[in-house]
């Protein structure tokens, strides 16, 4: 059985931390969309930008999670820096219309139940290229994560602040056990 396990949260909060760090002990992993999104944007001179225009942003990070869970080498387990839910939570954030296309992948890209959330975490929070939000916008991103993935049905574990090793255990552990 494919499993495909989502990391999701407020930004900067240790989840690409977590997955490059799975990637390296040899696990299957998905890179975050926004990222992706916002360095092609930038290199094209593109507007699909969350400062520009957060509606076409949305639906460039609805399309790559769509490519991406395609693309998904149905290796046993993949871990998933973030997921096309939360491209819905981001849209409940911003008040922005949510489009029937991102509606109907919320429903048809399957995930496992349970999705490990990351919560806020000040001391490790840092702003850069990409990542331009406050912390106060972090922790409003996570709280509306958090509806998103239940408003989907998904089962939340929230992942203990600390070390990046001692989190992968914990993640590793929790898998183990479903």
């Known amino acids: 059985m494919n499993h495909r396990i989502v990391f999701t949260g407020g930004p900067g909060a240790g989840k690409t931390a977590v997955i490059t760090y799975l990637k390296h002990l040899g696990y299957q992993t998905a890179t975050e969309v926004g990222r992706q999104v916002i360095q092609k944007q930038v290199e ?31 290796a046993e387990t993949t871990f998933f820096d973030r997921s096309v839910i939360d491209s819905y ?3 409940q954030l911003e008040g922005i219309p949510v489009s029937a296309q991102l509606l109907t992948s919320c429903h048809e890209l399957i995930y496992d139940q349970n999705v490990f959330i990351f919560p806020p975490w000040e001391s490790i929070y840092n702003k850069d ?31 203990p602040k600390c070390s990046v090793q001692e989190r992968a255990a914990f993640i590793l552990e929790r898998i183990s056990r479903a």
């Open 44 to 74: 094209q001179q593109g507007t699909a930008l969350p400062w520009m225009d957060k509606v076409a942003f949305r639906d460039e990070m609805v399309l790559a999670e769509m490519n991406q869970y395609a693309a998904d080498s149905h």
């Open 89 to 91: 939570g981001y849209s």
């Open 129 to 159: 290229a990409e990542r331009k939000q406050d912390f106060h916008t972090a922790v409003a991103t996570y709280r509306e994560m958090v509806k998103a993935y239940q408003k989907f049905g998904y089962e939340l574990i929230e992942v």
